[in-house]
């Protein structure tokens, strides 16, 4: 892909400030940029790497004086990014319409139009795949499971019976959907496995990344909201409820029967205990331990994770502890001066 930079603001809808003839290539960042690539400035206190940069041209949200470049002026960096990125996108061979040959698929199975089914994939009876759907390559559909159109589950997903998948999802490699919870009674000695008979449900415009597992309910629903997004290697066990357009970090882990409300954002290696609630709008911090029901709209952080000003008092203290210690000994010896000078007068 080459485009003038005239033809790319046109493309993304920007303000061209400058000269417009100049032959575009690709994209990237400020350091590494050359004079085929174009980048961009989403904060202020990259505006001095802009000027110094060799990239050919820059999309800024706003003019920027003093540039020798040309400047693509949106309204929204980011999102001029997301379709620079999309334009100069490497070329890749798409999904191939139909079934492939080495391909196992049940005779009661239900599959829609314009279907990519790939290499080695195996579909049980009663599943349902929904129009224009990709199933990559080593991947297993279980019995009456159902994926919507527009998805896509790229190599060796495996979705266990009777889970539900929207329109519009994209799972990635290796992810497992509907496994049994671990979920243990102690009885007559040994720890029984409690049957986890219910299912997971994966709402619309679901993206998740590789690597996650995401457990069955022992009765009802694991569901996932609509528009949510988790990254890599996240555990979601039975019966979890996530809201509507959450953002979930890589590695986080969270325990059984959790509710987890709408837009709620939680960092990376962040856990959860089992059975608590977390409101709308909560952000937790990466590397926190949420132990109790959080409020709406709250933002925490550390083990047990508090309230963000409340965890930063008490970590200033916690480092403030060697002094104190130093302090406190001072204090000791002189005591035991005064006591000792005390005892010499009697």
Same mark, same amino acid.
């Given at each position: 892909?080459?485009l $003038?930079?005239?033809?790319?603001?046109q493309?993304i #809808?920007?303000?061209l400030i =400058?000269e417009g003839?100049?032959?575009?290539?690709?994209? *990237?960042?400020?350091?590494?940029a050359?004079?085929? %690539?174009?980048?961009?400035?989403?904060d202020?206190r990259?505006?001095?790497?802009?000027?110094k940069c060799?990239?050919?041209?820059l999309?800024v949200g @706003?003019?920027?004086?003093?540039?020798d470049?040309p400047? !693509?002026?949106?309204k929204?960096?980011?999102?001029?990014?997301?379709?620079v990125l999309?334009i100069?996108?490497? &070329?890749?061979l *798409?999904?191939?319409?139909?079934?492939?040959?080495?391909?196992k698929?049940?005779?009661?199975v239900e599959?829609g139009?314009g279907v990519s089914?790939?290499? %080695?994939?195996?579909i049980d009876?009663g599943?349902v795949?929904g129009? /224009?759907t990709?199933?990559g390559?080593?991947?297993? +559909?279980?019995e %009456?499971s /159902?994926? *919507?159109?527009?998805?896509?589950l790229?190599?060796?997903v495996v979705?266990?019976?009777n889970?539900t998948?929207?329109d519009?999802v994209?799972? @990635?490699? %290796?992810c $497992? +959907? #509907?496994? $049994?919870?671990?979920?243990?009674s102690?009885i007559d000695?040994a720890h029984? !496995?409690? &049957?986890h008979n219910?299912?997971v449900?994966?709402e619309d415009?679901?993206?998740?990344g590789a690597n996650?597992c995401?457990? /069955?309910?022992?009765f009802g629903?694991?569901r996932?909201?609509?528009?949510t997004?988790?990254d890599n290697?996240?555990h979601?066990?039975?019966?979890v409820i996530i809201?509507?357009?959450?953002?979930?970090?890589?590695q986080?882990g969270i325990?059984?029967?959790?509710?987890?409300?709408? =837009?709620?954002?939680? #960092?990376g290696q962040a *856990?959860?205990?089992?059975n +608590?609630?977390i =409101?709308? #709008?909560?952000m937790?911090? =990466?590397g926190s331990?949420v132990?109790?029901d959080?409020?709406a709209g709250?933002r925490m952080f550390?083990?047990?994770a508090?309230?963000i /000003?409340?965890?930063?008092r008490?970590?200033?203290m916690?480092?403030?502890l060697?002094k !104190?210690a130093?302090? !406190?000994?001072?204090l000791?010896?002189?005591v035991d001066k005064?006591?000792?000078?005390e005892d010499?007068?009697?």
């Amino acid at each position: 892909m080459e485009l $003038t930079v005239a033809e790319l603001a046109q493309r993304i #809808g920007a303000e061209l400030i =400058g000269e417009g003839s100049i032959r575009i290539t690709g994209i *990237g960042p400020i350091a590494a940029a050359d004079g085929d %690539n174009v980048t961009f400035v989403s904060d202020k206190r990259h505006l001095s790497e802009a000027k110094k940069c060799g990239a050919a041209a820059l999309i800024v949200g @706003q003019r920027v004086e003093g540039l020798d470049k040309p400047q !693509l002026v949106v309204k929204e960096v980011n999102a001029a990014l997301i379709e620079v990125l999309q334009i100069f996108a490497p &070329p890749l061979l *798409g999904p191939v319409e139909g079934i492939d040959a080495s391909a196992k698929v049940a005779e009661r199975v239900e599959i829609g139009k314009g279907v990519s089914v790939g290499a %080695n994939v195996v579909i049980d009876d009663g599943a349902v795949i929904g129009d /224009r759907t990709v199933i990559g390559s080593g991947c297993k +559909i279980g019995e %009456n499971s /159902r994926i *919507g159109h527009n998805s896509r589950l790229d190599c060796n997903v495996v979705v266990y019976h009777n889970c539900t998948i929207g329109d519009n999802v994209i799972i @990635q490699a %290796n992810c $497992t +959907i #509907g496994s $049994t919870g671990f979920g243990y009674s102690f009885i007559d000695g040994a720890h029984k !496995l409690i &049957p986890h008979n219910g299912t997971v449900v994966i709402e619309d415009f679901v993206e998740m990344g590789a690597n996650c597992c995401i457990d /069955r309910a022992k009765f009802g629903q694991t569901r996932i909201g609509a528009g949510t997004k988790i990254d890599n290697l996240v555990h979601i066990a039975h019966n979890v409820i996530i809201g509507k357009c959450c953002l979930l970090a890589g590695q986080i882990g969270i325990s059984g029967s959790c509710k987890i409300g709408d =837009g709620v954002v939680i #960092g990376g290696q962040a *856990g959860l205990i089992d059975n +608590i609630e977390i =409101g709308d #709008g909560v952000m937790v911090a =990466g590397g926190s331990a949420v132990m109790k029901d959080v409020e709406a709209g709250k933002r925490m952080f550390g083990t047990p994770a508090k309230e963000i /000003r409340e965890a930063f008092r008490a970590i200033t203290m916690v480092y403030r502890l060697p002094k !104190l210690a130093e302090q !406190l000994k001072r204090l000791i010896k002189r005591v035991d001066k005064l006591e000792a000078a005390e005892d010499d007068t009697k």
